[in-house]
């Protein structure tokens, strides 16, 4: 199995098809960019990797990034930066929310998110809108992995995951999932929920296939959980 | 972030012996015996390492290299250095490559952040002039 062997070579797949296999891939890359593959990405990987006929495991889904060669990732940046604007800003916006499934943006992330928002003529102004949209902060510089100080901070492995589906959300993360503060309002929490929901609401990326779809649906539920916990703590139902 | 490996004139391949001989008198023994001597951490800067060099290959193919990005400034080093006039062509021999493969057929979107081809442009202007000047006479 390869990623997009055959359906990136862009000649016999449809549009359609190539279009999603393009954003499949790249956000493949990005999230397995990183080196630590978690849960929610092998799990989108499982769903959407075209032959994939088991468990994908993080060795097997970081093998199959590397298979990819240079010219399906320029091919794939070719066929997505064809795009409508609207469509490629989406892209970002789900690419950012992939890099920040484990709440922190590795070194390596943050570089391909940049590269994305260069090679899909959004620019660096935007990539730091979008992701201050998103995230509810603004893009940190990446640090220097050629400095002995950058890893003895932690570097880029040691992050502090998300929690997985089987772990309550606690409220102090559920308020970075929501990009509020801690002493955030009623009003505040139903305003960046709507907001939030408009992002990821799956009208807006079903254009770009099934890859980007998951990535949306898997954020939207991470969303609707941290709504949840946040509304029940000023609510005065929280533990 | 710097290119240790081609600052020492080394290949990420390197044996711990090659580097620590390398480095000696490079003016990098700092930052090479916190990050590549050290095991872990020379784990996490290669595959950075891997990933910087696929962008700037990548960089260079979408010609997005030649104007002073924020890429550029910051990761010199990984910006291949191959001028495209001198290398037309990708090279299998160039990192982080596989190739050669063939020219995309797609076409790349018009937009001013990949430049004008201004020498064509002023060609076309001036024969546009001359007819027109010949026209009117």
């Given at each position: 199995?390869?990623?997009?062997?055959?359906?990136?070579?862009?000649?016999?797949?449809?549009?359609?098809?190539?279009?999603?296999?393009?954003?499949?891939?790249?956000?493949?890359?990005?999230?397995?960019?990183?080196?630590?593959?978690?849960?929610?990405?092998?799990?989108?990987?499982?769903?959407?990797?075209?032959?994939?006929?088991?468990?994908?495991?993080?060795?097997?889904?970081?093998?199959?990034?590397?298979?990819?060669?240079?010219?399906?990732?320029?091919?794939?940046?070719?066929?997505?930066?064809?795009?409508?604007?609207?469509?490629?800003?989406?892209?970002?916006?789900?690419?950012?929310?992939?890099?920040?499934?484990?709440?922190?943006?590795?070194?390596?992330?943050?570089?391909?998110?940049?590269?994305?928002?260069?090679?899909?003529?959004?620019?660096?102004?935007?990539?730091?809108?979008?992701?201050?949209?998103?995230?509810?902060?603004?893009?940190?510089?990446?640090?220097?992995?050629?400095?002995?100080?950058?890893?003895?901070?932690?570097?880029?492995?040691?992050?502090?995951?998300?929690?997985?589906?089987?772990?309550?959300?606690?409220?102090?993360?559920?308020?970075?999932?929501?990009?509020?503060?801690?002493?955030?309002?009623?009003?505040?929490?139903?305003?960046?929920?709507?907001?939030?929901?408009?992002?990821?609401?799956?009208?807006?990326?079903?254009?770009?296939?099934?890859?980007?779809?998951?990535?949306?649906?898997?954020?939207?539920?991470?969303?609707?959980?941290?709504?949840?916990?946040?509304?029940?703590?000023?609510?005065?139902?929280?533990? | 972030?710097?290119?240790?490996?081609?600052?020492l004139g080394l290949e990420p391949e390197a044996t711990l012996e090659q580097i620590e001989a390398a480095a000696k008198d490079s003016g990098h023994s700092e930052s090479v015996a916190g990050v590549l001597l050290v095991p872990d951490h020379r784990a996490g800067y290669d595959h950075c390492h891997a990933t910087l060099t696929a962008i700037g290959n990548l960089r260079k193919r979408l010609k997005l290299d030649d104007e002073p990005t924020w890429f550029t400034q910051e990761c010199r080093d990984f910006v291949p250095r191959k001028k495209r006039a001198e290398a037309p062509e990708a090279s299998a021999s160039e990192p982080g490559e596989r190739g050669p493969f063939p020219e995309p057929e797609l076409s790349?979107?018009?937009?001013?952040?990949?430049?004008?081809?201004?020498?064509?442009?002023?060609?076309?202007?001036?024969?546009?002039?001359?007819?027109?000047?010949?026209?009117?006479?």
């Amino acid at each position: 199995m390869s990623i997009g062997t055959s359906k990136l070579q862009g000649t016999r797949g449809d549009h359609k098809d190539q279009l999603a296999n393009a954003v499949k891939l790249l956000l493949l890359w990005l999230a397995a960019s990183d080196g630590d593959v978690d849960e929610s990405e092998i799990e989108f990987a499982d769903e959407h990797l075209p032959e994939a006929e088991e468990s994908v495991s993080a060795e097997k889904l970081l093998g199959e990034i590397r298979a990819a060669d240079l010219f399906r990732l320029e091919m794939a940046l070719r066929v997505l930066g064809k795009e409508s604007r609207e469509l490629r800003a989406s892209f970002l916006d789900m690419a950012v929310a992939m890099s920040m499934a484990d709440r922190e943006i590795a070194f390596t992330e943050n570089h391909l998110l940049r590269f994305y928002a260069d090679a899909l003529f959004l620019g660096q102004d935007m990539l730091r809108a979008r992701f201050r949209s998103v995230t509810g902060r603004d893009l940190p510089e990446p640090g220097d992995p050629g400095q002995a100080g950058f890893w003895d901070q932690g570097g880029q492995a040691t992050r502090k995951r998300m929690p997985t589906s089987e772990e309550s959300m606690r409220l102090a993360q559920a308020h970075t999932l929501l990009a509020l503060s801690a002493d955030t309002t009623l009003s505040e929490l139903e305003q960046k929920y709507g907001e939030l929901k408009k992002i990821f609401e799956s009208e807006r990326v079903a254009a770009m296939g099934p890859a980007a779809e998951r990535v949306a649906a898997h954020r939207l539920e991470r969303i609707e959980e941290a709504y949840l916990v946040v509304l029940a703590e000023l609510s005065g139902g929280g533990s | 972030m710097k290119d240790l490996y081609a600052r020492l004139g080394l290949e990420p391949e390197a044996t711990l012996e090659q580097i620590e001989a390398a480095a000696k008198d490079s003016g990098h023994s700092e930052s090479v015996a916190g990050v590549l001597l050290v095991p872990d951490h020379r784990a996490g800067y290669d595959h950075c390492h891997a990933t910087l060099t696929a962008i700037g290959n990548l960089r260079k193919r979408l010609k997005l290299d030649d104007e002073p990005t924020w890429f550029t400034q910051e990761c010199r080093d990984f910006v291949p250095r191959k001028k495209r006039a001198e290398a037309p062509e990708a090279s299998a021999s160039e990192p982080g490559e596989r190739g050669p493969f063939p020219e995309p057929e797609l076409s790349e979107e018009p937009s001013a952040d990949r430049g004008l081809n201004w020498p064509v442009i002023a060609v076309i202007v001036i024969g546009v002039a001359l007819a027109a000047w010949a026209v009117l006479r």
